[in-house]
T-cell receptor
């Protein structure tokens, strides 16, 4: 089955700096890669996703890149703000199949 | 759009009792729903995939007789934790796949915190 690894497990940045979270996956059949943001005690919220036919996708301060050959994808957050502080999960799946989630990254944006 | 509700949001029960959790897609039909379990500061662990009108598909290591799943309609799936014990205490979250657009996008419910005394 699919195996997703996520790094780092914790990330602390200064407000205004950029943050990058990286994930790798094992199943070459996976073609859908979403990113979720989860605040403490709340539901995971989809923030951006990408499909394997696209190498990069951007939505305001958030971008995701995908290297299908190397089987890795990354989340980039620019101009970080305190409200970006949360746990971020990557996932891999697609084709109507289940998603496999990474272990999560605790992002802390410090003033 | 794509709103998923879950009820109850929290429940406390005695050991040995059963607890039912409901997951509803409010503004779309979901032929497939997923049930996850999440321990504090850990990732989402898929328990089972719930398909409307058919039996659920359980992940390896998940006891199907203990975690009963019913997906009786296109907007409702239920998870029943039978004969609950303290080790079943956890945060249970459902998600629903919205087939109106992408066939893969999952939207999550707010979760149910179960505490078994």
């Amino acid at each position: 089955g699919e195996n997703v690894e996520q790094h780092p497990s914790t990330l602390s940045v200064q407000e205004g700096d950029s943050a990058v979270i990286k994930c790798t996956y094992s199943d070459s059949a996976s073609n859908y890669f979403p990113w979720y943001k989860q605040e403490l005690g709340k539901r995971p919220q989809l923030i951006i996703d990408i499909r394997s036919n696209v190498g990069e996708k951007k939505d305001q301060r958030i971008a995701v890149t995908l290297n299908k050959t190397a089987k890795h994808f990354s989340l980039h957050i620019t101009e970080t703000q305190p409200e970006d502080s949360a746990v971020y999960f990557c996932a891999a799946g697609g084709g109507g199949n289940k998603l496999t989630f990474g272990t999560g990254t605790q992002l802390k944006v410090e003033l | 759009g794509a709103v998923v509700s879950q009820h109850p949001s929290w429940v406390i029960c005695k050991s040995g009792t059963s607890v039912k959790i409901e997951c509803r897609s409010l503004d779309f039909q979901a032929t497939t729903m997923f049930w996850y379990r999440q321990f504090p500061k850990q990732s989402l662990m898929l328990m089972a995939t719930s398909n409307e009108g058919s039996k659920a598909t359980y992940e390896q290591g998940v006891e199907k007789d203990k975690f009963l799943i019913n997906h009786a309609s296109l907007t409702l799936s239920t998870l029943t934790v039978t004969s609950a014990h303290p080790e079943d205490s956890s945060f249970y979250i459902c998600s629903a796949r919205d087939h109106r657009g992408s066939t893969d996008t999952q939207y999550f419910g707010p979760g149910t915190r179960l505490t078994v005394l």
